[in-house]
């Protein structure tokens, strides 16, 4: 038997309405046994409580601790970047050492709520982390770095703080959220289909009973009658033809997303100033090196600040959809022979 024995706080006692000593069990035996409170998802009191966090929301930031190894060196910066980051007719040279830097991460948690009929409804905690400069998802590799790490309330090394752009992360966190719920939404369809399947089934068949039962008491009845259990048969497929549209609206699989939980977390980096070369020309750049992944964070275009790879041209660094050459349509003049006149002659020969 599971159970323990609480002493609660002045404070939370009169929120409760509990004694001072309470005891409290997740087993429905022990609790009709031995009389201690039921705390299970659906008691009041736990509904209560998660409300309320939900409504105050969870807040804050930290530093991971800086790492007691030696720094990278500009060369194997260099030649990781050449590794890690593809750039199209371009060669990436480090332009300077690799300078401390702190890289902000945005976790967004929410409290997703579902519903696919009046039977199925459920609540799934979702979370997701996203690089608070640029928007990108996390990589799986850096959140099994980041799991279970402590973190500070200060920072404990000398490096420069990344400005986040909230602007851009907060969006790119929510429609990451929104795209789990509607996956998450699209596997409950397949159920919401067959109970649906199943309701209507009844529905019909009620008012196919009641229908049939007006049309016989239809046949014998008089002229005044008859109008009035024609109105009734009337009203009846109005009624059926509505509860039937409430019964597809019932089992419509929906879902509702409550954000709770914005932490911003900086990580340890090195921003490491590097030159895409292209033949004779060069362009500055800047990648940041994240020490808990060994990889770099993902880079946006400089010209247009779309995430993809990026492409070296004659001009100027950008991606591929902003260096490729727009095509126009140039008019070409035809020219138009002129009608000979009548005095005119010409010969053979001289026709093209």
Same mark, same amino acid.
């Given at each position: 038997?599971?159970?323990?024995?609480?002493?609660?706080?002045?404070?939370?006692?009169?929120?409760?309405?509990?004694?001072?000593?309470?005891?409290?069990?997740?087993?429905?035996?022990?609790?009709?046994?031995?009389?201690?409170?039921?705390?299970?998802?659906?008691?009041?009191?736990?509904?209560?409580?998660?409300?309320?966090?939900?409504?105050?929301?969870?807040?804050?930031?930290?530093?991971?601790?800086?790492?007691?190894?030696?720094?990278?060196?500009?060369?194997?910066?260099?030649?990781?970047?050449?590794?890690?980051?593809?750039?199209?007719?371009?060669?990436?040279?480090?332009?300077?050492?690799?300078?401390?830097?702190?890289?902000?991460?945005?976790?967004?948690?929410?409290?997703?709520?579902?519903?696919?009929?009046?039977?199925?409804?459920?609540?799934?905690?979702?979370?997701?982390?996203?690089?608070?400069?640029?928007?990108?998802?996390?990589?799986?590799?850096?959140?099994?770095?980041?799991?279970?790490?402590?973190?500070?309330?200060?920072?404990?090394?000398?490096?420069?703080?990344?400005?986040?752009? !909230?602007?851009?992360?907060?969006?790119?966190?929510?429609?990451?959220?929104?795209?789990?719920?509607?996956?998450?939404?699209?596997?409950?369809?397949?159920?919401?289909?067959?109970?649906?399947?199943?309701?209507?089934?009844?529905?019909?068949?009620?008012?196919?009973?009641?229908?049939?039962?007006?049309?016989?008491?239809?046949?014998?009845?008089?002229?005044?009658?008859?109008?009035?259990?024609?109105?009734?048969?009337?009203?009846?497929?109005?009624?059926?033809?509505?509860?039937?549209?409430?019964?597809?609206?019932?089992?419509?699989?929906?879902?509702?997303?409550?954000?709770?939980?914005?932490? !911003?977390?900086?990580?340890?980096?090195?921003?490491?100033?590097?030159?895409?070369?292209?033949?004779?020309?060069?362009?500055?750049?800047?990648?940041?090196?994240?020490?808990?992944?060994?990889?770099?964070?993902?880079?946006?275009?400089?010209?247009?600040?779309?995430?993809?790879?990026?492409?070296?041209?004659?001009?100027?660094?950008?991606?591929?959809?902003?260096?490729?050459?727009?095509?126009?349509?140039?008019?070409?003049?035809?020219?138009?022979?002129?009608?000979?006149?009548?005095?005119?002659?010409?010969?053979?020969?001289?026709?093209?």
């Amino acid at each position: 038997m599971i159970h323990a024995l609480v002493l609660l706080p002045d404070a939370l006692r009169q929120d409760s309405e509990l004694p001072e000593e309470t005891t409290v069990t997740a087993n429905p035996d022990v609790a009709r046994e031995d009389g201690a409170i039921l705390l299970i998802a659906g008691h009041p009191e736990v509904e209560r409580v998660a409300g309320a966090a939900l409504a105050e929301g969870d807040t804050g930031y930290g530093y991971l601790p800086w790492p007691a190894s030696r720094p990278p060196s500009r060369s194997a910066l260099e030649a990781r970047a050449r590794e890690l980051v593809p750039v199209e007719h371009g060669r990436i040279d480090a332009a300077g050492e690799p300078i401390a830097a702190y890289l902000p991460l945005l976790r967004v948690g929410a409290m997703v709520s579902y519903a696919a009929s009046l039977a199925l409804r459920f609540h799934e905690q979702e979370e997701v982390w996203v690089d608070a400069c640029t928007g990108t998802v996390v990589s799986e590799r850096l959140l099994s770095a980041l799991r279970d790490r402590g973190l500070l309330p200060n920072p404990d090394g000398r490096g420069r703080k990344l400005g986040p752009d !909230l602007s851009v992360a907060i969006p790119a966190a929510h429609g990451r959220l929104e795209e789990r719920a509607l996956t998450r939404e699209a596997s409950l369809a397949s159920h919401a289909r067959r109970a649906l399947g199943s309701e209507l089934a009844r529905a019909n068949a009620y008012y196919e009973s009641a229908l049939e039962s007006i049309a016989r008491r239809r046949a014998n009845a008089t002229t005044d009658r008859a109008r009035l259990l024609d109105a009734q048969a009337e009203a009846t497929r109005a009624e059926r033809d509505r509860r039937c549209r409430e019964i597809e609206d019932e089992h419509r699989p929906r879902h509702e997303l409550r954000p709770f939980r914005l932490h !911003l977390v900086h990580l340890p980096a090195f921003v490491l100033p590097v030159e895409v070369r292209r033949g004779s020309r060069k362009f500055d750049f800047e990648l940041t090196w994240v020490v808990a992944a060994g990889e770099f964070a993902a880079a946006r275009c400089p010209a247009c600040g779309a995430l993809e790879p990026l492409v070296a041209t004659r001009e100027r660094l950008g991606c591929r959809a902003c260096t490729t050459p727009t095509t126009s349509t140039t008019s070409v003049p035809t020219t138009t022979a002129a009608a000979p006149s009548e005095n005119s002659t010409s010969s053979p020969s001289s026709a093209v």
